[in-house]
């Protein structure tokens, strides 16, 4: 990269316009000045070009030269990427420490994947086979959970002419040759993409698979399907980086992309401390040792935030090709949304709604469109799951960004703002709040969890709103007018949200339950309010009901009764018949 | 005019000293606080500018925009006076750069870092760029100490932790000076001897407010452990803009470089954000909410994520910036965007403080997101978390009860209402109010706690476990 192509004529914070004299292309990735600092080429007018830098541009001044790279921005794909934390242009954070000391000097250039770490590679061809794009030629053991499929990259095939045998190798090694007619083509362990294009796949496919991320609110009333799309809105301190960090670390996918676009710095350091000794219950390995981060926090340069999330779902997409499931965590849509518009600001363009930039909906369409359940190159199925936050002003869901990105989600979480004043987490509204996975996921809950799940679900959410209609006329009478069949409805709400929606994170018993416990624990509070309510017909009292065992038992089963001991649960049901049958029996 | 200066200049001096000492007489455009200059050379965006006016007065702006042969200034100090003809502009080849050494405790400086307690220039080799770098997120440590402060409303319920930001938002007129005088009084790690270097940041407040700040911080016999930085309401609005810069340049040299434990107060915020917008308006930007900058969440978070733990030093910095929301809004741009960067926030209530309690503290809509991690056994105590969480769902159900008491009338409330209405009570009465002398510790502040959750039966409580409603709470009901 020496090739001089133009030379900066006005600095203007991220966003430089420069003199072009040679050929540039549109989203050319770039280096600016004597440090060397990373930008893309956002817009070519004559032989005038407008650079967006990547990093801080104090110091910059005009007449400084610009280097050309000739290929777009792109991101290395191969062995390494797991458990490594990298800012919004793939820059590895750890590497970067160990020359800059605490802070992120300008011009730091480190290779996004270790170039001198050997990794033990096993080839799945021969010679002579005929591989096309996406195809696997060998395999590398990532870490013990992930193995790592190395894929001919895609618009290459052809024959194999040699292939390494088993062994150590570094990344830039070479393992393989194919050849197409005249052409040669040498194959490494790694492979470059650019970012801003999707990874090419075979076929769409529609999902009937549920990802379980152990959250009771999100699986049981909002299920996401993989290779769904779900918005998390909700105003500062409801509760949404909670909500991202409990999926990323107990969702069912096999490699979670985690992008922190403009948020806290110690929220990475909080997953960096945390990930490493937590335990993903499916494999018994650490999470981290599933998890690729990506971190643009709010006081890195405002540029690589518009590129961090596409650097993540590159990625996402590289391991889908392999046949992962993957779930990608981008917090905060909004974030990157402001970027955006400041960018459009700073580039001068005519502003659309609230200053962000007409094209927002194409951005947020093309995002979102990138999840989705895949046939791979390779014909194997795997998934990318796009879970975004969205940090709306004011918690006014009416502004632009959470307007356009309902239009492109199937599953909206509403945050709101008086469950976590209550301290009622995960602050997610049951009223508010939507999935259209449902159905789709139906069959395979009532297969693995309960036969009259979808029926057991529906009557919870029938009393959910009846309960919200109630709460209308209770804020004028007061609940002790109603009688006892409506007061009933009351309690059974009070408790299924109390037990079953709200969920404590900080427990170790509560921050994860299976598909079993929730489908049990939703069943035992329906049939509570079943037979409760033939009982209270039957000459029992709502006070007396209250005064059970069962009720106590139903009160604590969350905290009480871990994942493996579902008799206990049983336990309960069974319990609970005929206890409250003895309420309606006249004698007392 | 600039051409000539600049031959004559290049008689005297060889091409490298005059590339160091840049300077232009004559300037095209004075708009608001900005200057433009035109026919310079080699101007780097963000640099340090000097401009003396025709008397030779100096005054210090910085880059904001740089093209070929013209730049854009802001000017900190104002541009009341500067013509267009006789200004000369110096550029000095580096952004801002203010001096650091541990001797400045104890000092008062203006917004730029110049002493105007009538002392001497701080000796010292160490000049700090003012606007900072980004720590690196794999260097952070994770914030867990906890900061006893003495008040109920914030040690129990929203939990300041030692490197965290957790802003105050107040409204005009509410008691937050107090209370700031307060924490800063108290705050102290239990079972450490630290006592903290204060850094003390003001924006556009008034001369009298900055003198309270004084006298209570000489009063507590602190004064020795404070700098301040201020660029009071009659100094120029672009000042402000430098101010926190400066002041957390210091703060991150006495925390990371002399391993210092720091408690940085910036007020106003709101001031600093006025000035933001004024210059972006002069500027000509495209506005985005209520004309403020679309930038301004970047620019906030470049200020408020300077707080926090660095793992290769033993210092922290803790922010407590405080910011009045304009009418009392909290959704106001400004503090809706702070809280979406710092830790956390402590609102206060004018109702409250109408009702004469002090510190008027709203206990729901406040937070402490890094609470978690600083409380709990070995932090605190075991019982924390659930007293706190019980607390709070308690409290919410007091709110509804009241607005359902206003509706129907107290008497027609039931028995378990009538226990909420006297648990609020004591709740606001007792729990969060307290004397300004009054440094409560954890331990008296949880004790307190239960004492409220015994006003509420058993059957109510459904955050605590059987054994700490065992050990702890005891109901008392008159009635039965």
């Known amino acids: 990269m020496a090739i001089v192509i133009g030379k900066v004529t006005r600095v203007l914070g991220p966003v430089v316009h420069a003199i072009a004299n040679a050929k540039v292309q549109m989203l050319e990735f770039v280096e600016v000045g004597t440090e060397r600092l990373i930008g893309e080429v956002v817009r070519l007018h004559g032989n005038q070009i407008i650079i967006q830098v990547y990093e801080d541009t104090t110091g910059l001044t005009p007449g400084v030269e610009v280097y050309g790279s000739g290929m777009p921005l792109s991101v290395e794909l191969g062995p390494g990427l797991i458990g490594t934390i990298y800012d919004g242009v793939q820059r590895p954070l750890t590497e970067i420490k160990k020359v800059s000391d605490q802070y992120i000097h300008r011009g730091i250039k480190a290779p996004a994947l270790d170039r001198n770490k050997k990794w033990s590679f096993e080839p799945v061809v021969s010679p002579g086979t005929i591989v096309n794009?996406?195809?696997?030629?060998?395999?590398?053991?990532?870490?013990?959970?992930?193995?790592?499929?190395?894929?001919?990259?895609?618009?290459?095939?052809?024959?194999?002419?040699?292939?390494?045998?088993?062994?150590?190798?570094?990344?830039?090694?070479?393992?393989?040759?194919?050849?197409?007619?005249q052409v040669r083509r040498t194959l490494s362990l790694f492979q470059r993409w650019p970012v801003r294009q999707p990874r090419p796949i075979k076929n769409r496919l529609s999902t009937s698979q549920p990802i379980i991320t152990g959250q009771r609110v999100i699986d049981t009333l909002f299920p996401i399907a993989k290779g769904g799309t779900v918005a998390i809105p909700g105003g500062f301190g409801t509760g949404k980086t909670m909500v991202e960090h409990q999926i990323a670390k107990w969702s069912d996918a096999d490699v979670v992309v985690y992008i922190g676009c403009g948020e806290r710095g110690n929220e990475m350091t909080d997953v960096l401390t945390e990930f490493p000794q937590l335990i993903d219950p499916r494999t018994g390995q650490p999470l981290m040792e599933r998890t690729v981060l990506i971190a643009n926090t709010s006081n890195?340069?405002?540029?690589?935030?518009?590129?961090?999330?596409?650097?993540?779902?590159?990625?996402?997409?590289?391991?889908?090709?392999?046949?992962?499931?993957?779930?990608?965590?981008?917090?905060?849509?909004?974030?990157?949304?402001?970027?955006?518009?400041?960018?459009?600001?700073?580039?001068?363009?005519?502003?659309?709604?609230?200053?962000?930039?007409?094209?927002?909906?194409?951005?947020?369409?093309?995002?979102?469109?990138?999840?989705?359940?895949?046939?791979?190159?390779?014909?194997?199925?795997?998934?990318?799951?796009?879970?975004?936050?969205?940090?709306?002003?004011?918690?006014?869901?009416?502004?632009?960004?959470?307007?356009?990105?309902?239009?492109?989600v199937r599953n909206f979480l509403a945050l709101d703002r008086d469950l976590a004043n209550a301290r009622h987490y995960p602050a997610?509204?049951?009223?508010?709040?939507?999935?259209?996975?449902?159905?789709?996921?139906?069959?395979?809950?009532?297969?693995?969890?309960?036969?009259?799940?979808?029926e057991l679900r529906q009557e919870m959410l029938d009393l959910l709103q009846k309960e919200a209609k109630l709460q209308q006329v209770v804020k004028l009478v007061g609940a002790d007018v109603l009688p006892e069949s409506q007061r009933l409805i009351l309690e059974v709400c009070t408790l299924f949200k109390n037990v079953f929606l709200q969920q404590s994170a900080y427990d170790q018993i509560d921050t994860y339950s299976t598909v079993q416990k929730q489908a049990k624990m939703l069943r035992i509070i329906v049939s509570f309010y079943r037979i409760s309510a033939d009982v209270l017909r039957h000459g029992a009292t709502l006070y007396k009901v209250k005064r059970t065992k069962t009720f106590r038992a139903i009160k604590n089963m969350k905290y009480e009764i871990s994942n493996d001991e579902i008799d206990k649960l049983d336990q309960i049901l069974a319990n609970m018949t005929q206890e409250l049958a003895s309420l309606s029996r006249p004698n007392f | 005019?600039?051409?000539?200066?600049?031959?004559?200049?290049?008689?005297?001096?060889?091409?490298?000293?005059?590339?160091?000492?840049?300077?232009?007489?004559?300037?095209?455009?004075?708009?608001?606080?900005?200057?433009?200059?035109?026919?310079?050379?080699?101007?780097?965006?963000?640099?340090?500018?000097?401009?003396?006016?025709?008397?030779?007065?100096?005054?210090?702006?910085?880059?904001?925009?740089?093209?070929?042969?013209?730049?854009?200034?802001?000017?900190?100090?104002?541009?009341?006076?500067?013509?267009?003809?006789?200004?000369?502009?110096?550029?000095?080849?580096?952004?801002?750069?203010?001096?650091?050494?541990?001797?400045?405790?104890?000092?008062?400086?203006?917004?730029?870092?110049?002493?105007?307690?009538?002392?001497?220039?701080?000796?010292?080799?160490?000049?700090?760029?003012?606007?900072?770098?980004?720590?690196?997120?794999?260097?952070?440590?994770?914030?867990?100490?906890?900061?006893?402060?003495?008040?109920?409303?914030?040690?129990?319920?929203?939990?300041?932790?030692?490197?965290?930001?957790?802003?105050?938002?107040?409204?005009?007129?509410?008691?937050?000076?107090?209370?700031?005088?307060?924490?800063?009084?108290?705050?102290?790690?239990?079972?450490?001897?630290?006592?903290?270097?204060?850094?003390?940041?003001?924006?556009?407040?008034?001369?009298?407010?900055?003198?309270?700040?004084?006298?209570?911080?000489?009063?507590?016999?602190?004064?020795e452990n404070v700098v301040m930085f201020?660029?009071?309401?009659?100094?120029?609005?672009?000042?402000?803009?430098?101010?926190?810069?400066?002041?957390?340049?210091?703060?991150?040299?006495?925390?990371?470089?002399?391993?210092?434990?720091?408690?940085?107060?910036?007020?106003?915020?709101?001031?600093?954000?006025?000035?933001?917008?004024?210059?972006?308006?002069?500027?000509?930007?495209i506005p985005s909410r209520k004309?403020?900058?679309?930038?301004?969440?970047?620019?906030?978070?470049?200020?408020?994520?300077?707080?926090?733990?660095?793992?290769?030093?033993?210092?922290?910095?803790?922010?407590?910036?405080?910011?009045?929301?304009?009418?009392?809004?909290?959704?106001?741009?400004?503090?809706?965007?702070?809280?979406?960067?710092?830790?956390?926030?402590?609102?206060?209530?004018?109702?409250l403080f109408q009702q004469g309690i002090y510190p008027p503290i709203a206990l729901l809509p406040s937070l402490s997101r890094l609470m978690k991690d600083g409380i709990g056994e070995g932090l605190t105590r075991a019982d924390h978390a659930h007293l706190a969480s019980q607390l709070f769902a308690a409290y919410a159900r007091v709110k509804e009860v009241r607005a359902l008491a206003s509706v129907i009338g107290e008497e027609e409330l039931s028995a378990v209402d009538h226990s909420y209405l006297k648990f609020g009570l004591a709740m606001e009465n007792k729990f969060i109010a307290q004397k300004e002398t009054d440094d409560r510790s954890i331990y008296e502040t949880l004790d307190l706690g239960w004492k409220m959750l015994s006003l509420l039966p058993r059957e109510e409580l459904q955050r605590i476990t059987e054994e700490e409603a065992q050990q702890y709470h005891h109901y008392q009901n008159e009635n039965e």
């Open chain 1, 300 to 408: 890195m340069p405002v540029a690589a935030r518009e590129a961090s999330i596409y650097t993540g779902i590159t990625i996402a997409e590289y391991f889908r090709d392999m046949g992962y499931h993957v779930a990608v965590m981008a917090d905060s849509t909004s974030r990157w949304a402001e970027a955006l518009r400041e960018l459009s600001g700073r580039m001068e363009e005519m502003p659309a709604e609230e200053g962000f930039p007409a094209y927002l909906p194409t951005r947020l369409a093309e995002f979102y469109e990138r999840a989705g359940y895949f046939e791979t190159l390779n014909q194997e199925n795997g998934s990318v799951t796009i879970v975004g936050a969205i940090s709306p002003p004011g918690g006014d869901f009416s502004e632009p960004v959470t307007q356009h990105t309902k239009r492109f």
């Open chain 1, 428 to 454: 997610i509204s049951w009223l508010d709040s939507y999935s259209d996975y449902v159905e789709m996921v139906t069959a395979w809950w009532q297969e693995k969890a309960d036969p009259d799940w979808a």
């Open chain 1, 133 to 181: 794009s996406g195809q696997i030629i060998g395999t590398v053991k990532e870490t013990v959970s992930i193995t790592q499929k190395i894929l001919v990259p895609p618009n290459i095939s052809g024959k194999v002419i040699s292939i390494a045998p088993p062994g150590e190798y570094r990344i830039e090694d070479k393992i393989c040759v194919i050849e197409n007619g």
């Open chain 2, 1 to 223: 005019m600039s051409q000539i200066k600049k031959i004559n200049e290049m008689n005297k001096y060889d091409q490298a000293e005059l590339l160091k000492y840049r300077e232009y007489i004559g300037i095209q455009e004075v708009a608001g606080p900005l200057i433009c200059i035109e026919n310079i050379h080699n101007v780097g965006y963000n640099e340090l500018v000097e401009i003396r006016d025709e008397r030779g007065e100096p005054r210090i702006g910085q880059v904001l925009e740089a093209n070929q042969s013209a730049a854009v200034i802001q000017v900190f100090e104002g541009t009341t006076g500067l013509s267009l003809t006789g200004t000369a502009v110096r550029f000095h080849g580096a952004p801002l750069r203010i001096p650091v050494t541990q001797e400045m405790l104890g000092r008062i400086f203006d917004g730029l870092g110049r002493p105007i307690d009538g002392g001497p220039e701080p000796l010292t080799n160490e000049f700090w760029d003012a606007n900072g770098e980004s720590i690196n997120p794999t260097a952070r440590t994770y914030p867990t100490t906890f900061i006893q402060t003495g008040i109920s409303a914030i040690d129990g319920m929203n939990t300041l932790v030692n490197g965290q930001k957790l802003p105050l938002f107040s409204g005009p007129g509410l008691s937050h000076d107090r209370l700031t005088a307060q924490i800063v009084r108290q705050a102290k790690i239990v079972g450490r001897e630290v006592s903290f270097a204060i850094v003390f940041a003001a924006m556009g407040i008034k001369h009298d407010i900055a003198q309270y700040f004084i006298d209570n911080f000489r009063d507590a016999g602190v004064l």
């Open chain 2, 230 to 285: 201020l660029s009071l309401a009659d100094a120029p609005s672009v000042e402000r803009l430098i101010t926190p810069r400066s002041a957390l340049t210091m703060a991150e040299y006495l925390a990371f470089h002399e391993n210092m434990q720091v408690l940085v107060v910036m007020t106003d915020m709101t001031n600093y954000c006025e000035a933001l917008r004024e210059i972006s308006i002069a500027r000509g930007e």
């Open chain 2, 291 to 351: 004309s403020y900058p679309g930038y301004l969440y970047s620019d906030l978070a470049s200020l408020y994520e300077r707080a926090g733990m660095v793992d290769n030093s033993t210092g922290s910095i803790t922010q407590v910036p405080i910011l009045s929301m304009p009418n009392d809004d909290i959704s106001h741009p400004i503090p809706d965007l702070t809280g979406y960067i710092t830790e956390g926030q402590i609102v206060l209530d004018r109702e």
